[in-house]
């Protein structure tokens, strides 16, 4: 009988220690699970900021090229220049009643 006792507290003891490396394993595990989810997020938040800038970047072109065309004077006549009219000779004369 203590030998059946014997091998019963070794097995005991034996199964005592892969529950203590099963857990040691399962906090680890989570650990590596904790560290890959904030990888993700970073990843994620990294992903849209080039986006954002990408974005930005597209409005800065758009508006240097409305401000280039603004100020070219060839493409589009200035309002002040569109409203000039001078008389021509062949206009009659004007009159006011």
Same mark, same amino acid.
């Given at each position: 009988?203590?030998?059946?006792?014997?091998?019963?507290?070794?097995?005991?003891?034996?199964?005592?220690?892969?529950l203590?490396?099963?857990?040691?394993?399962?906090?680890?595990?989570?650990e590596? #699970?904790?560290?890959?989810? !904030? $990888?993700?997020?970073?990843? @994620?938040?990294?992903? /849209?900021?080039?986006? =954002?800038?990408?974005? #930005?970047?597209?409005?800065? !072109? $758009?508006?240097?090229?409305? @401000?280039?065309?603004? /100020?070219?004077?060839? =493409?589009?006549?200035?309002?002040?220049?569109?409203?000039?009219?001078?008389?021509?000779? @062949?206009?009659?004369?004007?009159?006011?009643?």
């Amino acid at each position: 009988m203590s030998k059946e006792i014997e091998e019963q507290q070794q097995f005991a003891y034996e199964l005592k220690e892969q529950l203590r490396s099963l857990e040691a394993d399962r906090v680890r595990i989570t650990e590596q #699970i904790k560290a890959i989810e !904030a $990888k993700l997020i970073v990843q @994620e938040l990294r992903d /849209k900021v080039r986006v =954002k800038r990408e974005e #930005i970047n597209q409005l800065r !072109a $758009k508006k240097q090229e409305l @401000e280039e065309k603004l /100020k070219s004077p060839e =493409k589009a006549p200035a309002p002040e220049e569109q409203m000039q009219f001078t008389p021509s000779q @062949e206009d009659p004369p004007r009159t006011h009643f």
